[in-house]
């Protein structure tokens, strides 16, 4: 009898096992063949939310980062108690438009939250984007007391060897990054590295460590979103990253995609560049993430789309 | 009917002092000012604040005090409930003899010293004394120092059990002097309420000796009919304010809070609210000494708000320098000085917790007067709410657009001490932070860094840049303003609209 049940639960046991194994290891090396599937989209022209459905489409549809069942994670910049005209924060109608397509790609739960600079009620509640995301299916979460933090290794990382980073981040599957592209007066630009200022609870030290390698430092996390997605619909062209008035603001109706956030970073800052000069050198932890190795500056390496509606 | 006056007077009594307490609590006070507006009808703030909005509020509570007495101490003070509700639940563990009051004559000498050492100074423009004896401003201090840090100590419970639906409250600034300070004063009044009933009242509260000063005169006053009391002493072991004699049949109108408990117990209805005005005409003997020394307190009242008047014409020498930041509001250190009883109400309304009770900044005589501590956060951009809860005009109302010009400090910024200097490396972090741009970047040698440069001019002192400093002498530091100025308002940058149809790679 003994001997017939441990023989039988082996076998279940080895097949489920199998079971499991398989289909994700297949789906791993089938979606890099699938057509449409690129490494950066460039969207311009459009609405908030054409531009994001005519993107992701163009990167593989949402699905191709998100598995069923997965714990997702939606960070966007939420730093600034500003009303979205002032383009201080992401856009709320792109949070929500991600939000909903992570729900529709079979995310058991969607959380958005950002560790804010203002007072943290008043940026959620006046950026539109709590109540945004909320009405979209989201979950908030709290990310105004340390005690919301886990302390990781960076083993990577040159001046920032550790970091607290928000539970929501640690306990997810996968994350989605989704700055919004600012003139930044101390880190030069705010894009997608720069977001991840948000995640972690200890800012004042990378002000007070090198500010550019901090950020490079932070972008080689091993648990790297699985997109990046720069909000540059209404783009802070000075005065940033708070802004002082709709005057710093222009409707430049973009939007920047891509799983490499190196390469993100250099898209945006090249789309900047035609508003406002801004030498890729002088923001270097774009070139110190390279040569970290966590992503290209060539964009012609990459496969790119430039969709203009 | 005096069951119904007294029933009606208990709800009324606790139902305000339930408000006035969740003025102070955190679930209660956000984004809205209903609570913090009743503030507004305590007689302190009422009086302090007669130049700038609370005339119609002080005369109302004269005249009302005037008809019925010291009403306003049973009804409209939160402490003097306080008081009751300890003497009630004390009165629980007790037998019924020792839940008895008794006669006692007043302590006259004592109630006009604490009056005088109240009301001189603040003649003179200092508020600091009646600060530490005002009723209401006491019981916000007990409010916001053990009862909404107890709220949050509840609240912080339940985010442990709710962690996705109820946040954490950051542990906000711990100021010892002032939790101990109302710690002391409570236990002060409990012993005080538990043992003698309305002790505080009618010894120490300089309100209650000069409402109890105009009572002696008011229409209405409880009196006992010697026909037909028999002398049981039901209302002697009634009254919480001790003030029945009945060996001459007097009550002392100036003690009596017009609970309305003789009148009720009273078994042969020998006690009566009774409209006196009209027997003073008749009998026109006995009242007089009371009419004299009513109109005596009217007279010092109206004298007092004559000086207060004349003294705000001519304002008191600011001190060169001061160590605080009074909130904005304040127009200036003296106008806090001479107006604030230290409530609390802005410290526990901050959205931001930076307003905490001082503890020398402004000197001896303005202890525990809100000031700004830029430790762990600044002042919002986009805020003016401690300005709209003082009920007491120390901090005038200012509208979004004044309080963005309202410079309560001017930045100081310390090169040597800055990161880029220091280590020549990027940082700006306080440039992120600064909202009006009265800091901005400017290049710094050659190797594409920028450093911060000031224009104290724009600078409203929110502290922002101060705050953030990662240095580890900080480089921004926010000199207070004595007298608050007004900021040159932001520079108006236009940029052109540049078309841009390709993306640039």
């Keep these: ?309 | 009917m005096y069951k119904w006056l007294k029933r009606g007077r208990v709800v009324l009594s606790v139902a305000l002092a339930i408000m006035i307490t969740l003025a102070f609590m955190f679930f209660s006070n956000r984004d809205n000012f209903i609570f913090s507006s009743i503030l507004k009808i305590q007689f302190v703030p009422a009086l302090l604040g007669i130049f700038t909005g609370s005339a119609i509020i002080l005369l109302f509570l004269l005249i009302f005090v005037l008809l019925f007495g010291r009403v306003y101490c049973s009804t409209i003070c939160p402490l003097g409930t306080m008081q009751d509700v300890i003497w009630r639940s004390f009165s629980l563990f007790r037998n019924k003899k020792e839940s008895r009051f008794k006669y006692t004559s007043p302590i006259s000498w004592l109630r006009y010293l604490f009056l005088a050492i109240s009301a001189i100074p603040l003649v003179f423009g200092s508020s600091f004394v009646i600060s530490l004896l005002d009723p209401y401003s006491n019981y916000g201090k007990i409010s916001s120092e053990i009862l909404s840090r107890s709220e949050q100590f509840v609240h912080n419970l339940l985010s442990e059990i709710f962690p996705q639906t109820i946040f954490f409250r950051s542990y906000s600034q711990f100021i010892a002097v002032s939790f101990i300070f109302a710690l002391l004063f409570l236990m002060i009044v409990i012993i005080m309420s538990a043992l003698r009933g309305r002790l505080y009242c009618n010894t120490v509260c300089p309100v209650g000796t000069t409402l109890g000063l105009i009572s002696k005169f008011s229409a209405f006053r409880p009196v006992i009919d010697s026909e037909s009391c028999n002398k049981c002493r039901l209302c002697i072991s009634n009254c919480k304010s001790e003030c029945i004699n009945l060996d001459n049949g007097q009550i002392d109108a100036s003690r009596c809070v017009a609970c309305f408990n003789c009148m009720t117990v009273c078994k042969r209805g020998a006690v009566s609210y009774k409209y006196m005005w009209k027997k003073i005409r008749e009998e026109d003997v006995a009242p007089i000494k009371g009419r004299r020394e009513a109109i005596l307190t009217m007279g010092l009242l109206g004298s007092f708000i004559a000086a207060r008047a004349i003294s705000r014409k001519m304002p008191a020498k600011e001190p060169e320098t001061i160590d605080g930041i009074a909130p904005p509001g304040a127009k200036s250190t003296a106008n806090l000085k001479s107006n604030c009883t230290a409530c609390q109400a802005c410290v526990a309304a901050c959205p931001n917790g930076i307003i905490k009770p001082s503890t020398g900044q402004y000197g001896i005589d303005g202890l525990l007067m809100p000031v700004l501590s830029f430790e762990k956060h600044f002042c919002a951009y986009d805020c003016n709410v401690c300005s709209k809860v003082c009920p007491n005009g120390a901090l005038l109302p200012l509208s979004l657009e004044d309080k963005k010009l309202t410079q309560i400090g001017q930045v100081k910024f310390i090169e040597e001490s800055c990161i880029v200097v220091t280590d020549n490396t990027a940082c700006g972090a306080c440039d992120e932070h600064c909202p009006t741009k009265a800091i901005t970047m400017i290049p710094y040698g050659d190797e594409g860094l920028t450093i911060p440069v000031v224009d104290r001019d724009i600078c409203i002192g929110c502290g922002g840049c101060e705050y953030v400093c990662p240095a580890a002498e900080k480089a921004m530091i926010v000199e207070p303003r004595a007298v608050h100025k007004l900021a040159t308002p932001p520079k108006v940058e236009k940029q052109e609209k540049i078309v841009v149809d390709d993306f640039g790679f």
């Design chain 1, 1 to 309: 009898m003994e001997r017939r049940n441990f023989l039988k639960s082996a076998i279940l046991g080895g097949l489920a096992g199998a079971v499991q194994l398989k289909p994700s290891s297949l789906f791993a090396s089938e979606s890099k063949e699938v057509q449409g599937e690129n490494d950066l989209v460039a969207v311009m022209g459009g609405e908030p939310l054409n531009m994001y459905k005519r993107g992701i489409s163009a990167m593989g549809g949402m699905s191709r980062f998100i598995k069923k069942g997965n714990k997702v994670v939606v960070k966007p910049n939420i730093g600034w108690d500003k009303k979205p005209e002032f383009a201080a924060n992401t856009n709320p109608e792109l949070v929500a438009a991600i939000v909903k397509d992570c729900l529709a790609a079979g995310a058991s739960e969607v959380v958005v939250f950002d560790h804010t600079c203002d007072e943290w009620q008043a940026c959620y509640r006046n950026s539109g984007i709590e109540a945004a995301a909320k009405a979209a299916g989201a979950k908030i979460a709290f990310a105004h007391d340390e005690k919301y933090y886990r302390e990781i290794s960076l083993p990577m990382g040159v001046r920032l060897k550790s970091a607290k980073i928000h539970e929501s981040i640690i306990d997810c599957d996968v994350w989605i990054n989704v700055p919004v592209l600012k003139n930044h007066g101390g880190a030069k630009m705010t894009m997608a590295m720069k977001n991840f200022m948000g995640i972690v609870w200890d800012r004042r030290y990378w002000h007070a460590n090198d500010l550019q390698q901090c950020i490079a430092d932070c972008s080689t996390y091993s648990k790297m979103p699985v997109l990046n997605i720069i909000d540059a619909y209404r783009v802070m062209t000075q005065n940033g990253p708070k802004g002082k008035t709709t005057e710093d603001v222009v409707l430049a109706k973009a939007l920047f995609l891509s799983t490499d956030i190196v390469a993100v970073d250099t898209a945006a800052l090249r789309f900047f560049n035609q508003f406002k000069e801004m030498r890729i050198e002088d923001v270097s932890h774009i070139q110190r993430a390279e040569r970290a190795k966590v992503g290209t500056t060539n964009l012609d390496a990459i496969k790119v789309e430039r969709i203009k509606i």
